[in-house]
């Protein structure tokens, strides 16, 4: 459950929620989602897995590679939106995020 529990973490904090934000959306307590997110918890109800899947796009039995493509996919669309409502700076990222990818790989 504390991997769950991390990729919950980590996809709440994608989108911007804080712990108390997020409990509230899902209707659950803060003390309960940390738990969750830090793998206290070792039972999750139905309707709050369901939940999550929904706001977060969580589907547990996916493999890496699966949440990876569904991510990119998402960043994907963002950056389209982007592109159409801010294109010096979508360019501008595109750019930096090109050149940093090159530096990794020349590491």
Do not use: W
């Not at 459950?1 to 996809?11: A, E, H, I, K, P």
């Not at 977060?56 to 389209?80: A, K, N, V, W, Y």
């Amino acid at each position: 459950m504390s991997r769950f529990g991390s990729l919950v973490r980590n996809l709440r904090e994608q989108r911007g929620y804080t712990l108390n934000e997020f409990a509230r959306k899902i209707g659950v307590s803060p003390g309960y989602l940390s738990n969750l997110e830090t793998g206290k918890t070792h039972n999750i109800k139905l309707k709050i897995l369901e939940t999550l899947q929904e706001e977060l796009g969580i589907h547990p039995l996916q493999s890496d590679e699966q949440r990876l493509e569904q991510r990119m996919q998402r960043i994907s669309l963002l950056f389209q939106e982007c592109m159409e409502n801010n294109p010096s700076f979508a360019e501008h990222f595109l750019t930096q995020l090109e050149q940093s990818l090159e530096l990794l790989k020349e590491a």
